[in-house]
């Protein structure tokens, strides 16, 4: 993308002043500001004149307050001008974040501050061997227009895309996927999270909820799906959860003692496994203290689905070993090898109905050719969010008006801490470490670490400050939390991209709050020496005494920095047609022959992390579907 000579002037003044010298970190400056430029030249053209329009804002700020434009006042007048938006209202802070994020993403991705560290900048990847049925059956390219034949196709390779395709293929039924992402290897996966995250992550992770706060909901578009990009954290749904759809949408077939066969062939498949103690790392060592410190008694290693770890960290940018069993190393290839087909890098425009029933898709390469499918049944998987836009777009599935509503996505955070001994925390698993003792109060504690670059767009910190916590990266822990949303939010199109509106209510800000809190207490008790939190004007705590001020408080939602990993229920399954998008089979209430399978479907929010649930959902629809077509 390409800026005015002022507005590239302003932005390169931002990166020096957010990201000065420290003692062995040079400062930022041209060669970061092109990196970013060159990642958002990647995104859409609204994401471009929003830039223009930011760096416009800071000049016109700094003339407010310096008088002088930002890019003409001397270092100290800028900082000054930043730190007034860091404590400043929540627009302004948000100005502030979006600015500062991708430079310190670009500017922190850097292998000689890595080799300083001590930290490994590229992950050791194993060498692809493909199997005849992987390279036949796979089709990443098109010489022209096509049109083929099939018992099932399904829309997207994730957790329920991938899993039903595979059960329906080795029912015996003709299978063809077709998945907007690409196909990726892991002799591709390097490991280095500024570069993956433009690969295998839809619009490079820039995806976000607008409301009473922003909040980052970072999807994969890849074969695989979000699995691919997830930390391999397995959790089954719980039983009240189960109880309470039984209850509220009559859905009494998806019962614990109905449910519990899917999740054993599920976990089967993926050799589910608690997290083993050579690889839990430092932030597991500390948390582990913390909590026994406190007494604690619900704490240990999180089941995953990587038996074969290497705890090389790198899970949310692709396994380089293939340890992590998402469906693009587990379900896909069981699926090809049973005879299904899979047409990547291209993307479904159009479900084919006639006479009320889904007959096949219509979909375009990235080359511009077309893919014609005729199909006995449609599987809609492409996520909560791009789901029902896809419906939507096709005009199906709105009888009950609830498609695109009742998204829950589990808002999560967490803190950062300082230590005197050595963390390392690029050695052993991300998440591999949880804390189940507030779980009854829907917060559920799990490690989350992420490279440096990102551990440092967590914070808010800018400035000299910001650089000596980089610089002492391998004393610094971290650790997350998500909390049982009881908000809820809604999708929809605009312009071809989706809009996504949530507005955090007043329970789950409580709930962030009291995470916020526990977790202090938790890095205080095993030794920090200073806590890095996500609520505006706590950002740093030094000692467990500042947490009472922090209690005291009124925490509003634009008070707090949070992400999201895991949307649901916006096309809720239900008995009830006025009440929900898709039946008991997920097939649609007014269509059919069309079935959505994937966490669109789920009914509400489960509290763990969800790649299980739609797996286990996925297996169940994948015998109900093979009755029907």
Same mark, same amino acid.
């Given at each position: 993308?390409?800026?005015?000579?002022?507005?590239?002037?302003?932005?390169?003044?931002?990166?020096?002043?957010?990201?000065?010298?420290?003692?062995?970190?040079?400062?930022?400056?041209?060669?970061?500001?092109?990196?970013?430029?060159?990642?958002?030249?990647?995104?859409?053209?609204?994401?471009?004149?929003?830039?223009?329009?930011?760096?416009?804002?800071?000049?016109?700020?700094?003339?407010?307050?310096?008088?002088?434009?930002?890019?003409?006042?001397?270092?100290?007048?800028?900082?000054?001008?930043?730190?007034?938006?860091?404590?400043?209202?929540?627009?302004?802070?948000?100005?502030?974040?979006?600015?500062?994020?991708?430079?310190?993403?670009?500017?922190?991705?850097?292998?000689?501050?890595?080799?300083?560290?001590?930290?490994?900048?590229?992950?050791?990847?194993?060498?692809?061997?493909?199997?005849?049925?992987?390279?036949?059956?796979?089709?990443?390219?098109?010489?022209?227009?096509?049109?083929?034949?099939?018992?099932?196709?399904?829309?997207?390779?994730?957790?329920?895309?991938?899993?039903?395709?595979?059960?329906?293929?080795?029912?015996?039924?003709?299978?063809?996927?077709?998945?907007? +992402?690409?196909?990726?290897?892991?002799?591709?996966?390097?490991?280095?999270?500024?570069?993956?995250?433009?690969?295998?992550?839809?619009?490079?992770?820039?995806?976000?909820?607008?409301?009473?706060?922003?909040?980052?909901?970072?999807?994969?578009?890849?074969?695989?799906?979000?699995?691919?990009?997830?930390?391999?954290?397995?959790?089954?749904?719980?039983?009240?959860?189960?109880?309470?759809?039984?209850?509220?949408?009559?859905?009494?077939?998806?019962?614990?003692?109905?449910?519990?066969?899917?999740?054993?062939?599920?976990?089967?498949?993926?050799?589910?496994?608690?997290?083993?103690?050579?690889?839990?790392?430092?932030?597991?060592?500390?948390?582990?203290?913390?909590?026994?410190?406190?007494?604690?008694?619900?704490?240990?290693?999180?089941?995953?689905?990587?038996?074969?770890?290497?705890?090389?960290?790198?899970?949310?940018?692709?396994?380089?070993?293939?340890?992590?069993?998402?469906?693009?190393?587990?379900?896909?290839?069981?699926?090809?090898?049973?005879?299904?087909?899979?047409?990547?890098?291209?993307?479904?425009?159009?479900?084919?109905?006639?006479?009320?029933?889904?007959?096949?898709?219509?979909?375009?390469?990235?080359?511009?050719?077309?893919?014609?499918?005729?199909?006995?049944?449609?599987?809609?998987?492409?996520?909560?969010?791009?789901?029902?836009?896809?419906?939507?777009?096709?005009?199906?599935?709105?009888?009950?008006?609830?498609? +695109?509503?009742?998204?829950?996505?589990?808002?999560?955070?967490?803190?950062?801490?300082?230590?005197?001994?050595?963390?390392?925390?690029?050695?052993?698993?991300?998440?591999?470490?949880?804390?189940?003792?507030?779980?009854?109060?829907?917060?559920?504690?799990?490690?989350?670490?992420?490279?440096?670059?990102?551990?440092?767009?967590?914070?808010?910190?800018?400035?000299?400050?910001?650089?000596?916590?980089?610089?002492?990266?391998?004393?610094?822990?971290?650790?997350?939390?998500?909390?049982?949303?009881?908000?809820?939010?809604?999708?929809?199109?605009?312009?071809?991209?989706?809009?996504?509106?949530?507005?955090?209510?007043?329970?789950?800000?409580?709930?962030?709050?009291?995470?916020?809190?526990?977790?202090?207490?938790?890095?205080?008790?095993? +030794?920090?020496?200073?806590?890095?939190?996500?609520?505006?004007?706590?950002?740093?705590?030094?000692?467990?005494?500042?947490?009472?001020?922090?209690?005291?408080?009124?925490?509003?939602?634009?008070?707090?920095?949070?992400?999201?990993?895991?949307?649901?229920?916006?096309?809720?399954?239900?008995?009830?047609?006025?009440?929900?998008?898709?039946?008991?089979?997920?097939?649609?209430?007014?269509?059919?022959?069309?079935?959505?399978?994937?966490?669109?479907?789920?009914?509400?929010?489960?509290?763990?992390?969800?790649?299980?649930?739609?797996?286990?959902?996925?297996?169940?629809?994948?015998?109900?579907?093979?009755?029907?077509?």
């Amino acid at each position: 993308m390409s800026l005015s000579d002022a507005q590239h002037r302003t932005l390169v003044a931002l990166a020096e002043t957010v990201l000065p010298a420290g003692q062995f970190l040079p400062a930022a400056g041209e060669a970061t500001v092109a990196k970013v430029l060159r990642f958002m030249a990647l995104l859409p053209s609204p994401v471009h004149v929003g830039l223009g329009a930011l760096l416009r804002g800071l000049d016109a700020a700094a003339l407010l307050h310096e008088r002088r434009l930002f890019r003409n006042a001397s270092i100290d007048q800028r900082l000054a001008v930043l730190e007034r938006w860091r404590h400043g209202d929540p627009m302004r802070r948000l100005v502030l974040r979006a600015l500062a994020s991708p430079l310190k993403i670009a500017h922190f991705d850097d292998p000689a501050l890595y080799q300083q560290l001590g930290c490994v900048y590229e992950a050791v990847r194993g060498v692809e061997t493909k199997p005849a049925y992987m390279r036949d059956r796979v089709h990443a390219s098109l010489d022209g227009d096509l049109a083929v034949e099939c018992d099932v196709v399904v829309i997207g390779t994730g957790a329920g895309g991938a899993v039903v395709g595979r059960e329906l293929a080795e029912a015996g039924l003709a299978v063809v996927f077709v998945e907007e +992402g690409d196909y990726f290897d892991r002799a591709q996966f390097s490991g280095r999270g500024f570069d993956m995250q433009q690969k295998l992550y839809r619009r490079g992770g820039s995806t976000f909820s607008v409301g009473n706060v922003p909040i980052p909901i970072p999807l994969g578009q890849t074969v695989g799906g979000s699995t691919t990009v997830n930390s391999g954290t397995c959790y089954r749904t719980p039983d009240r959860v189960l109880e309470d759809w039984s209850a509220a949408y009559g859905l009494a077939a998806l019962s614990p003692a109905h449910m519990r066969r899917h999740f054993e062939r599920v976990e089967a498949v993926l050799g589910v496994e608690p997290a083993r103690a050579e690889f839990l790392g430092g932030n597991g060592r500390v948390i582990a203290r913390g909590c026994d410190a406190l007494g604690f008694t619900r704490h240990g290693p999180l089941r995953r689905n990587a038996p074969a770890c290497d705890g090389q960290g790198v899970c949310c940018f692709g396994c380089p070993t293939d340890a992590k069993r998402s469906t693009n190393v587990s379900y896909i290839p069981l699926a090809l090898r049973a005879g299904a087909e899979l047409f990547p890098g291209t993307k479904v425009t159009r479900i084919v109905t006639s006479n009320g029933r889904a007959r096949g898709v219509v979909a375009r390469t990235a080359h511009g050719h077309t893919l014609t499918v005729h199909a006995r049944a449609v599987v809609v998987a492409c996520g909560a969010i791009m789901t029902p836009l896809l419906l939507e777009a096709n005009g199906l599935g709105g009888a009950s008006g609830q498609l +695109g509503k009742n998204l829950s996505i589990h808002p999560a955070t967490g803190c950062l801490a300082e230590f005197d001994e050595a963390i390392l925390p690029w050695k052993g698993i991300p998440q591999g470490y949880g804390i189940e003792d507030l779980h009854d109060e829907g917060i559920l504690f799990e490690g989350a670490h992420v490279p440096l670059e990102f551990t440092m767009s967590m914070t808010q910190l800018i400035g000299p400050t910001l650089v000596r916590l980089a610089e002492s990266f391998d004393k610094v822990a971290s650790f997350g939390f998500m909390v049982e949303d009881t908000s809820r939010g809604s999708v929809h199109a605009l312009g071809g991209q989706p809009v996504i509106r949530y507005w955090l209510q007043d329970e789950d800000v409580a709930h962030i709050k009291r995470g916020v809190d526990v977790l202090a207490q938790v890095f205080f008790a095993a +030794g920090a020496r200073r806590v890095h939190t996500p609520v505006n004007g706590f950002d740093v705590l030094t000692s467990i005494d500042d947490l009472a001020a922090l209690r005291r408080a009124t925490i509003r939602p634009w008070d707090l920095d949070l992400s999201a990993y895991h949307p649901l229920g916006t096309a809720r399954m239900g008995r009830d047609p006025q009440r929900s998008v898709v039946d008991e089979d997920h097939e649609l209430h007014d269509v059919r022959g069309l079935y959505v399978v994937d966490g669109a479907a789920v009914p509400s929010a489960v509290g763990v992390n969800p790649q299980i649930t739609i797996m286990a959902l996925a297996t169940r629809a994948a015998e109900r579907i093979a009755t029907k077509i």
